[in-house]
């Protein structure tokens, strides 16, 4: 007799709820992207062209 | 690459979703590593449209300037939100929430093409625990809770196609292993190919060239630390992130003193634990974030409860919070819950290998001694008189950092095991050394979050500050 499995619809396989799973700090890595026009040097992008 | 639907966003009718347009847009040697490279270039799950957005979005280009905050938690001071038997699982609300996000994905057939097997992308990390397992997605910072039988599948079945699979089960469960793979897809956590051995697994070793890579500096009213001094020997050591706990009221030049020795220096990571002062008002607060970038957050607590507030300051990534939570000393420290759990590759693979909380981290407690962590008793030594060098090369320094999840009791049976940080100082009253936190309210035999309380009163400090 095989182990019967699971239906993924049982309350245990639920996600977190938001309120439980609120950083306390900054614990994920935060990178600033820059939104703007990329300054001119990047102009390029190493595509070969202007 | 198989020649159905895998990852190409079909849906059940056979209509092309955007996911199909996407792959006609790729070369034969793209649409084979598509899977994986589509996986890797997008942090979000992708809505429609969204695999489109790839063949024809730009990079966006760092500013030059990386704010970094240290990817766990370094100390546990805070309090998780009140937790309930039942509401573990997140109740009505993450229902509501996975039940929206389903409607919101496209539609994606289950059916394995031809003879193709199932493989996870290699950052989604099964784990097995107890009563449940879960699968850790280390890309997209997530966790998804899944049956030890799926678990079983994914690991002890790895590379079988679907029928051998159901085979394997005597087709009792043909209902639920379709589920399952469906979900798998649905929440783009795997793929179907023809080769699963060319996807290999990631590589979790854990070896980085830091001494130290996280320190602790608590601070009271009556610390006289010389802040140069100590920087300038993490700096040595090669430390990225520093977390200051303040426990007194603060004025604002007790902030800047620290953070004007750190100018210059090599921490990436600065947070801030700081006592409610009258000075601490919100713009002084994002003014320090905007003149001290490698400030990555401040909690101010002991705030009145007026003052209860949580932001982040989008321009610099800081974030901010004001808790009415007392933090007057180390003791307030080791609380463990859903919270402080952190998903992310650095803290996974540190955490199989290493204690999630201890290794490579140095405390300098509001004395100046020297510890493994403010709340152990052991000192190495005060840091006036011994350099942070001699105390690490003190031979029982680094004992603790070897003790890993798989050796806790209770904690080598929980599934949550390799994404939250453990907590040596304050473990379960009677027990050893390897024995389970004494405020984890987790019982991962059934799978549920006891409220703090229980807890609590199941164990004693081991740990204490004189």
Redesign the interface.
């Known amino acids: 007799m095989?182990?019967?499995?699971?239906?993924?619809a049982?309350?245990?396989?639920?996600?977190?709820?938001?309120?439980?799973?609120?950083?306390?700090?900054?614990?994920?890595?935060?990178?600033?992207?820059?939104?703007g026009p990329?300054g001119s040097d990047?102009q390029t992008?190493g595509e070969g062209h202007n | 690459m198989a020649d159905g639907d895998g990852g190409r966003g079909v849906d059940a009718n056979g209509s092309r979703g955007a996911g199909e347009r996407f792959f006609d847009l790729l070369s034969a040697d793209g649409q084979r590593l598509a899977p994986v490279a589509y996986r890797f270039l997008h942090s979000q799950p992708a809505g429609e449209g969204g695999p489109a957005r790839l063949a024809t979005s730009?990079h966006?280009?760092?500013?030059g300037?990386?704010?970094?905050?240290?990817?766990?938690?370094?100390s546990?001071c805070?309090a998780?939100?009140e937790?309930s038997p039942g509401?573990?699982?997140?109740?009505e609300?993450?229902?509501r929430?996975?039940g929206e996000e389903k409607a919101a994905a496209p539609a994606i057939s289950p059916r394995a093409p031809g003879a193709a097997a199932f493989a996870l992308f290699a950052c989604c990390v099964p784990v097995r625990g107890a009563?449940?397992s879960v699968i850790c997605d280390l890309q997209r910072?997530s966790?998804?809770?899944?049956?030890?039988?799926?678990y079983e599948i994914l690991t002890e079945h790895r590379g079988k196609t679907t029928a051998a699979v159901k085979e394997?089960?005597?087709h009792?469960?043909d209902e639920?292993?379709d589920?399952?793979f469906d979900?798998l897809l649905r929440e783009e956590l795997g793929f179907w190919c023809d080769d699963p051995e060319s996807f290999p697994d990631l590589d979790l070793s854990w070896d980085p060239p830091e001494r130290i890579t996280n320190a602790i500096l608590d601070v009271d009213a009556g610390s006289a630390h010389d802040y140069p001094a100590i920087l300038r020997q993490l700096d040595d050591l090669g430390c990225k992130a520093l977390?200051a706990r303040f426990f007194h009221a603060c004025r604002l030049g007790d902030l800047t003193a620290l953070l004007a020795a750190a100018e210059g220096g090599r921490l990436r990571?600065i947070?801030l634990?700081a006592g409610w002062g009258e000075e601490l008002v919100p713009p002084a607060l994002e003014g320090l974030a905007a003149a001290y970038q490698r400030l990555?957050?401040i909690?101010v607590h002991s705030a009145p409860p007026w003052r209860q507030h949580r932001w982040t300051v989008e321009?610099?990534?800081?974030?901010m919070?004001y808790v009415t939570e007392r933090i007057d000393s180390p003791r307030c420290c080791g609380k463990i819950?859903?919270?402080?759990?952190?998903v992310?590759l650095e803290t996974f693979a540190e955490a199989r290998q290493f204690n999630s909380c201890l290794n490579r981290k140095v405390a300098i407690d509001a004395r100046g001694e020297i510890r493994n962590c403010p709340s152990l008793p052991r000192s190495f030594g005060n840091v006036r008189e011994v350099s942070l060098h001699s105390a690490l090369a003190h031979r029982d320094f680094p004992a603790l950092w070897a003790i890993n999840k798989d050796q806790i009791a209770v904690c080598k049976d929980c599934e949550l095991r390799y994404v939250c940080t453990d907590c040596r100082a304050y473990l379960s009253e009677g027990a050893g050394l390897y024995s389970k936190p004494a405020t984890c309210t987790y019982d991962p035999y059934t799978?549920t979050?006891n409220p703090p309380a229980a807890a609590a009163a199941a164990g004693s400090a081991k740990g204490d500050t004189p």
């Open positions: 095989k182990k019967k499995l699971e239906r993924l049982g309350p245990l396989f639920r996600p977190l709820a938001a309120k439980q799973i609120q950083r306390t700090l900054g614990a994920t890595p935060t990178t600033i992207y820059e939104t990329p990047f992008d | 730009r966006y280009r760092a500013r300037y990386v704010c970094f905050a240290f990817h766990k938690p370094i546990k805070l998780g939100p937790a509401d573990d699982t997140g109740g609300e993450a229902e929430r996975a009563r449940r910072q966790l998804h809770f899944i049956p030890n039988g799926l394997h089960y005597a009792e469960a639920e292993i589920e399952y979900f977390e990571s947070e634990l990555s957050g909690v321009r610099l990534g800081t974030a919070e819950h859903p919270g402080q759990l952190v992310n799978a979050w």
